[in-house]
């Protein structure tokens, strides 16, 4: 296994951190938003934007760009963050979140610059991820496509025929990543419906499968290379991830799914935990 | 009448052919539908960009998307029922709402599906569909016009929903005719009131009309094609000549033809109007063409009911 800088880990890191701070002040200053999932995600979407994918900030919508989806649509917040951080647009609009006259819609749309597809509506993002392939395929173009999906989103059937056609279709320029997180906006996964054994679902169906830590910078890194790696079929990553993580009283539980920070004291504390996890790293 | 009857699936798998050999980048999707819409022709040609996807309507959609957002020209075909109802959330939210470049061309509209019955009877897809923001929305009304359906919203940039019938259709217009997007056509000119048609009911209207003038009412027929846009001036014009209005479609009366030209004439010119088509309710299974005679949207059945219209609206 080749080493990864560590001062590339360290960075990647802070990025996520940034995503995290971003998060929580875009989504209370317009007190509505998503905290947990986009918390839950901040270090896959540091690792994606800022170290796996191939793409032009200058020029998002530039034929050769490595795809993103984000099929779990209502972490908008970490994703418009990591864009804006990578210069997509201005980071001060980050504070337009969600206002009537703001580009930045409460779910990924393609107003924003960056945005392969608009989604929202769960269940979908693979099967838009499968087209991008497959055109990917067909014009001979060596990118390739990343589709972010929330645990409890897999529940629905849609994810499922999509993972059927793409193992058929042998997408080795697809990578489903799913924010494994154990929590949805009711309640624990598992007591919604059974989604273990998870692995051997997606084995079942035909991807290569790969189980990390989801908030290990560098286990993101070598998984994301060995799905490069993988040829014939595509590649999963079980991301096993904590709902909230980086905020106490957000950390696994469903209360915060879809919400925002209750008042000025959780808001505050939100921020004094990050930077103290800030100056860990 | 000495028509010659297409059928408008053929019509359409000849057509993506044609459109195939023009440009690199057409794509055609089903979902195991492709041998009764025609699309399995295309596929035929041009295995490498054909994408059979089996039983997925929901899954089709998505990856139309996808395939669109990279830059492909998409059809997507399956019946009325699948593409539009089990697919409606796909279309809204990765088709319609992101404006992509996909035609969703759907065969087997209306109750003339026949043996099939209701399950496979679409009475909802154009309101369905014309409820969607960006989507645009054409039933051609014979085969020949198919053909420049097709060419048309292929040319076209962003979505298309298509509506297309099982059976075999007369050839009203012929194969020099222009498609005129959003514009109805007059088929018959009459003035003592106006039958606005769509699709298979074309035809019957214009034998209607023929049954109607032998009761010494002289009828003007206008076929609607484009559902949305409609054509706000033929509607208008109709009701200010004729002074009455019936529709006629091979769909629920809500949502569709009729409820479409009662929007325009209650903002712009509110005269009587009737709608005629399946009434509220679902179909059942028989031949297409017992089918017609039984909801009384055959040529009797429209000339009775523009009879008991007249009655009131005239005395």
């Known amino acids: 296994m080749s080493s990864i800088d560590p001062e590339k880990v360290k960075e990647l890191k802070r990025i996520a951190n940034d995503i995290r701070v971003w998060s929580i002040k875009m989504i209370y ?5 998503h905290p947990g999932g986009a918390l ?13 994918m191939r793409v032009d900030p200058k020029n998002p919508e530039w034929p050769d760009r490595d795809r993103f989806v984000l099929s779990k649509g209502h972490a908008s917040a970490a994703y418009y963050a990591a864009l804006a951080m990578r210069g997509f647009f201005p980071e001060e609009d980050l504070l337009t979140f969600r206002d009537v006259n703001s580009y930045l819609q409460g779910h990924p749309s393609l107003m924003v610059p960056g945005v392969d597809m608009c989604t929202g509506s769960l269940g979908q993002g693979l099967s838009a991820g499968i087209g991008m392939a497959l055109a990917g395929k067909m014009d001979k173009k060596d990118y390739r496509v990343y589709v972010l999906l929330g645990d409890g989103e897999i529940e629905e059937g849609n994810v499922w025929e999509a993972a059927m056609t793409a193992a058929t279709r042998k997408l080795d320029n697809l990578v489903a990543i799913v924010d494994r997180n154990k929590i949805q906006l009711d309640d624990f996964t598992d007591r919604m419906v059974e989604l273990d054994p998870l692995e051997e679902k997606w084995r079942g169906f035909g991807w290569r499968v790969i189980s990390i830590n989801g908030h290990d910078v560098t286990q993101i890194i070598r998984a994301l290379d060995e799905a490069r790696k993988t040829k014939g079929r595509p590649t999963v990553i079980i991301a096993h991830t904590v709902k909230g993580k980086g905020v ?6 469903a209360k ?17 935990e990050l930077e103290e996890e800030r100056r860990k790293i | 009448m000495n028509w010659e009857y297409e ?4 019509a359409y798998g000849e057509t993506l052919i044609e459109l195939g050999k023009e440009r690199e980048d057409i794509v055609v999707m089903d979902a ?16 490498d960009r054909f994408f059979n996807v089996g039983l997925q309507e929901q899954n089709m959609m998505g990856i139309a998307a996808g395939l669109a957002r990279s830059g492909k020209i998409v059809f997507a075909s399956s019946f009325a029922v699948f593409a539009t109802g089990r697919a409606y959330d796909q279309v809204r939210q990765s088709i319609a709402y992101p404006k992509l470049n996909v035609k969703i061309v759907a065969t087997h509209g209306g109750v003339t599906v026949g043996e099939d019955g209701a399950s496979h009877q679409m009475i909802e897809d154009l309101g369905l ?3 969607l923001p960006n989507m645009r929305v054409i039933a051609p009304l014979d085969s020949n016009e198919v053909r420049r359906v097709i060419r048309f919203v292929a040319k076209e940039d962003g979505p298309f929903y298509v509506r297309l019938t099982r059976t075999a259709l007369p050839n009203l217009t012929s194969g020099e005719d222009e498609f005129e997007f959003g514009k109805g056509r007059v088929m018959r000119d009459g003035s003592d009131a106006t039958i606005i048609a769509l699709g298979i009911e074309v035809s019957y209207s214009l034998l209607a ?3 109607l003038k032998k009761e010494g009412y002289d009828i003007r027929v206008i076929n609607m094609s484009t559902i949305k846009p409609i054509d706000k001036d033929i509607i208008v014009k109709a009701a200010k000549d004729t002074g009455a209005i019936m529709t006629v479609e091979d769909h629920n009366i809500y949502n569709g033809l009729g409820s479409r030209v009662a929007e325009v004439l209650v903002e712009n010119y509110p005269i009587r109007m009737h709608r005629h088509g399946m009434k509220d309710r679902f179909g059942r299974s028989g031949k297409w063409n017992v089918l017609l005679e039984h909801y009384g949207m055959d040529d009797k059945g429209i000339a009775k009911e523009m009879l008991g219209f007249l009655k009131e609206v005239k005395k």
């Open chain 2, 129 to 131: 569909m014309s409820g």
């Open chain 2, 209 to 211: 009309a023929e049954i």
């Open chain 1, 248 to 253: 106490s009283y957000m950390e696994n539980t």
């Open chain 1, 29 to 33: 200053r317009a007190q509505s938003g």
């Open chain 1, 256 to 272: 915060y799914h879809g919400k925002p920070p209750q008042n000025e004291e959780e808001y505050e504390r939100a921020l004094k």
């Open chain 2, 7 to 10: 059928s408008p699936r053929k």
């Open chain 1, 40 to 52: 839950s995600a901040a270090d896959i979407l540091a690792v994606l934007y800022f170290h796996e």
């Open chain 2, 32 to 47: 195991d539908l492709s041998t009764s819409t025609k699309t399995a022709m295309f596929g035929k040609e041009f295995p």
